[in-house]
């Protein structure tokens, strides 16, 4: 008999990544393109409508649609496969598979994170080409994708655990969607004593870090970078919590 | 002296009020096959959930080789591969990729997960399937696909629910005889199915649950010897309305449950009665065109058992 044990962290990270992307093959399209219509589509009608607003409201409408794109992939879509998961029982084979769950919601949430990537690089070309917007890019900008991907998709993986079926799971992730989209293109003065609501977003903190990275606005970077971090891993844990609790 | 034991002591599950499985004491010893029969809703599938931790158990507690297994424990998931009725979570990969991809995350390397792939591949008949994604195969390969997954790097313990759901016979010969040579003297394979006759030639310990709890423990044989004193009858009636209904009346009279098939009717019964009855029916010329005498399989001892603990259960239900 051949040892049977479980794989190295690299090979599981690899397997489950590669388990999550093999769903394009079936499913790009709305991963991939629907991610990217609305929040682009958002940053188009703007352009058209309103042109002539300022710089600063343009880059609010710019992060605010990156972040769109964003929960879009992580929150609505991978609340709905997870829920799917849940519903069908998949998602006790993949308890059941030598691997580790915490490992299984960070990749489901960094792999679905990426799959908004293409929407986030057309808003990017967007700035560039009709609102004229200088966009600086950094490495730090990676690792705060990556960072904000986590974050969203654990919020995503949770709604889907929750959720009591797959059209909830959806409905929950949209109103969330809905949130993000409204309250991260307001400017912070116009929220008056709903600025508190904004802590619990998972799209706070990473949009002042964006405006800072690519705009250049004055942040204070360690504050707004410690609470990216801290979301995305309380909303792993949970989310890890959640996936182990038996029946 | 075996290398593995795997004891659940007083286990049980209550959902709500009713319990899945109850006081459930058993001892399993690495070398077997065990199987473990029963009505739907018998607790068998639930048995399965808990080793596997993918239920808490209400009471009590499993331990394999002394260590007590509990839900999300991963050595657990190193030690014991399940294979659930349910879909996979594979579905998106190809048939090549989901055994393969399952061996690696076993531990094994990238070499011998693909020869050990194509291997198991060739043995189940699914190399024509293998770029075929998994969630667009019928639902028998879909099953083949998830043995192949647990043959292609099994491990110290195998839990199968329902191996052969869904599988023409070819293919339930295949899987029957994958287990068979996944039998080993370090291993211990528990496996569920309501597929009593073909679970027999591979099974070494017969477990049966009824209302949750286990009311056989034994080998093929032993239950087979519970109903020693039956036979099985399969005779073919002379065509003539008077002759079917005098042989249905007496079976009616004997209250024997007998199946019927245009003239052919089959009943188990006791030896003694069946030869009473059959040189009564013999000694008619022109009655009896065909008869078949049997001994009782495994699934007919396990029928019989049934039906009495029914016919308990119903008594001790006026009971009460």
């Known amino acids: ?247 | 002296m075996p290398s593995l034991v795997l004891e659940f002591e007083h286990l049980s599950k209550r959902y709500g009020g009713l319990w899945a499985n109850r006081d459930v004491d058993l001892t399993l010893e690495s070398g077997n096959i065990v199987g473990i029969l029963g009505p739907n809703g018998a607790g068998k599938t639930t048995l399965l959930r808990q080793l596997v931790g993918l239920s808490r158990s209400t009471q009590g507690h499993i331990t394999l080789n002394g260590r007590v297994i509990g839900p999300g424990h991963a050595w657990v998931k190193s030690q014991i591969a399940y294979l659930p009725q349910h879909p996979l979570a594979l579905g998106d990969l190809t048939v090549e990729e989901a055994i393969r991809a399952t061996a690696l995350l076993r531990g094994q390397s990238w070499a011998f997960a693909s020869a050990r792939t194509q291997d198991v591949m060739e043995r189940l008949d699914l190399t024509p399937l293998r770029n075929q994604l998994v969630s667009r195969l019928s639902g028998g390969e879909h099953r083949l696909v998830g043995i192949a997954t647990i043959v292609v790097a099994p491990t110290p313990v195998v839990a199968l629910d329902e191996p052969t759901n869904e599988l023409d016979p070819l293919m339930r010969h295949q899987v029957w005889n994958m287990i068979e040579r996944l039998k080993d003297p370090s291993r211990i394979i528990l496996l569920v199915s309501h597929n009593v006759l073909e679970a027999e030639k591979v099974l070494d310990r017969v477990l049966i649950m009824h209302h949750g709890r286990i009311r056989h423990d034994g080998s093929p044989n032993e239950l087979r010897r519970k109903t020693d004193d039956a036979l099985k009858i399969t005779i073919k009636v002379a065509l003539g309305h008077e002759r079917l209904s005098r042989i249905h009346n007496e079976l009616v009279q004997e209250t024997f449950q007998a199946t019927w098939q245009d003239q052919t009717v089959q009943f188990t019964c006791p030896r003694i009665l069946a030869l009473n009855l059959l040189s009564r029916w013999l000694r008619d010329p022109g009655l009896i065109e065909q008869v078949a005498i049997k001994e009782p399989s495994l699934e007919d001892a396990y029928l019989s058992l049934r039906q009495n603990w029914n016919q308990n259960h119903s008594i001790e239900e006026e009971d009460l």
């Open chain 1, 1 to 247: 008999m051949n040892s049977s044990g479980r794989a190295s962290w690299g090979t599981m990270f690899r397997v489950l990544m590669r388990m999550q992307f093999a769903r394009l093959r079936r499913n790009w399209r709305p991963y991939v393109i629907v991610s990217a219509v609305m929040p682009a589509g958002i940053v188009l009608l703007l352009y058209f409508t309103n042109h002539h607003m300022p710089r600063f409201q343009k880059e609010d409408i710019i992060t605010g649609a990156m972040l769109l794109s964003e929960s879009i992939a992580t929150i609505v879509m991978l609340s709905q496969y997870i829920a799917w998961l849940k519903e069908t029982r998949a998602l006790d084979h993949y308890r059941t598979l030598p691997v580790s769950l915490e490992m299984l919601v960070t990749v489901l949430a960094t792999a679905y994170g990426l799959f908004a990537w293409p929407g986030i690089a057309l808003i990017t070309l967007e700035s560039r080409y009709l609102e004229h917007l200088s966009v600086h890019f950094s490495l730090w900008l990676i690792a705060l994708w990556v960072l904000t991907g986590l974050g969203m998709g654990s919020v995503g993986t949770i709604i889907g655990l929750l959720a009591p079926d797959e059209g909830l799971a959806g409905l929950f992730g949209n109103l969330l969607m809905m949130a993000i989209l409204f309250l991260d293109m307001l400017p912070l003065s116009s929220l008056g004593p709903w600025t508190a609501v904004l802590w619990l977003l998972p799209s706070t903190a990473p949009l002042h870090l964006l405006k800072s990275i690519m705009f250049h606005v004055p942040i204070h970077p360690l504050l707004w970078g410690a609470g990216t971090i801290l979301y995305a891993a309380c909303g792993l844990g949970l989310s890890a919590y959640l996936v182990k609790k038996p029946a």
